[in-house]
């Protein structure tokens, strides 16, 4: 069983940063493929950007290429989620999900874990 704790959320003006941490347990950090969605009201879920276990790169959607940028500590067992240039429609609940092993996936539906969501508000 893998435990995810998301965190990091909060309010920002237009053009500020936030950074979101996922710490997780109960598995070899290495051996998760981890990834961040969002949700903002009314909304789909909505993939953001990964780690690419196999590739050890990451990936991203084309509304955050550029602004956003992940990395992941393995000693502390957490991965990040660096947001910079942030936008009113950046506001969402930020969640960090992850599976064990698999490659690439913006699908919400393949990962099995998932965290509590962290809520991001920027303001205009």
């Known amino acids: 069983q893998v435990q995810l704790v998301d965190s990091g959320g909060g309010l920002v003006q237009a053009g500020g940063s936030l950074r979101l941490s996922c710490a997780a347990s109960g598995r070899t950090f290495s051996s998760l493929s981890m990834v961040w969605f969002r949700q903002a009201p009314g909304k789909e879920r909505e993939f953001v950007g990964g780690?690419?276990?196999?590739?050890?790169?990451?990936y991203y959607a084309d509304s955050v290429k550029g602004r956003f940028a992940i990395s992941r500590d393995v000693p502390k067992n957490t991965l990040y989620l660096q947001m910079s240039s942030l936008e009113p429609e950046d506001t969402a609940v930020y969640y960090c999900?992850?599976?064990?092993?698999?490659?690439?996936?913006?699908?919400?539906?393949?990962?099995?874990?998932w965290g509590q969501g962290t809520q991001v508000t920027v303001s205009s």
């Open positions: 780690f690419s276990r196999s590739a050890s790169s990451t």
């Open positions: 999900a992850a599976r064990v092993g698999g490659y690439e996936s913006s699908r919400p539906g393949d990962y099995n874990y």
